[in-house]
């Protein structure tokens, strides 16, 4: 079936870091995948998307690339800030239309 | 401001009763998913559907179902609570549902169950 894995949190940088949050997934066919973030007591932002291999998303100083011969979606940014202390989901969607989340990961920053 | 609403934002009630949860997808997308996410069982999809039918399944239970209405809002209706059912609940829309496609969450409605 399909299915997403992340790192365990929390991830705690300091500001100017840099973040690397892994993420592998396994799936039936070329599934489309996302990150999103949850920032603390909202609801879930878009945060950049790949929908086939080798496609590179990016937003907000954020990227993560599409890895179809290690089914990876790493998410990277290379100076954190404090604002970008948040939970992060990597998530797929496959023929259907439902997203498969990964457990979240954590992250907090320190000025 | 993801466009989609969900109210109310919160929900606090007793275990056996039966609540409606309310959601209005982005202006012009057709598709309306349910999630729940709690602790111990993150994000879960429940259910979709797509301009007023019932397009796909999750982990919903028997004591929860979801309708879609001509104008395209959908509630969830979840009854004989428990307290297991005390998680926050989000709703997710698209303009269809390819798997290219993305979903905008609204809120949430964080529910409590006593």
């Known amino acids: 079936g399909n299915s997403v894995t992340q790192m365990e949190g929390p991830v705690t940088l300091s500001e100017e870091a840099f973040l690397t949050i892994n993420c592998t997934y396994t799936a039936t066919g070329y599934p489309s995948l996302f990150w999103y973030v949850q920032y603390p007591g909202e609801g879930l932002q878009l945060l950049l998307k790949a929908t086939k291999a080798d496609d590179k998303g990016s937003n907000k100083g954020f990227e993560a690339t599409y890895r179809k011969e290690t089914t990876s979606f790493h998410l990277e940014k290379g100076s954190v800030q404090v604002s970008d202390s948040a939970v992060y989901f990597c998530?797929?969607?496959?023929?259907?239309?439902?997203?498969?989340f990964g457990q979240g990961t954590e992250l907090s920053v320190k000025p | 401001d993801s466009g989609v609403t969900q109210t109310p934002k919160h929900l606090i009630t007793a275990t056996g009763q039966r609540v409606t949860l309310r959601c209005s997808p982005r202006?012009?997308?057709?598709?309306v998913y349910w999630y729940q996410q709690s602790l111990d069982q993150g994000l879960q999809f429940l259910i979709q559907y797509y301009n007023g039918e019932e397009r796909a399944k999750g982990n919903i239970l028997e004591r929860f179902s979801a309708q879609q209405f001509p104008d395209l809002h959908s509630e969830l209706n979840l009854s004989s609570l428990e307290l297991g059912d005390s998680a926050l609940y989000f709703c997710?829309?698209?303009?269809?549902?390819?798997?290219?496609?993305?979903?905008?969450f609204g809120p949430g409605t964080r529910l409590l169950v006593l």
């Open positions: 202006s012009g997308d057709l598709s």
């Open positions: 998530a797929l969607k496959n023929q259907g239309g439902k997203l498969i």
């Open positions: 997710a829309s698209s303009v269809a549902s390819g798997y290219q496609e993305t979903q905008y």
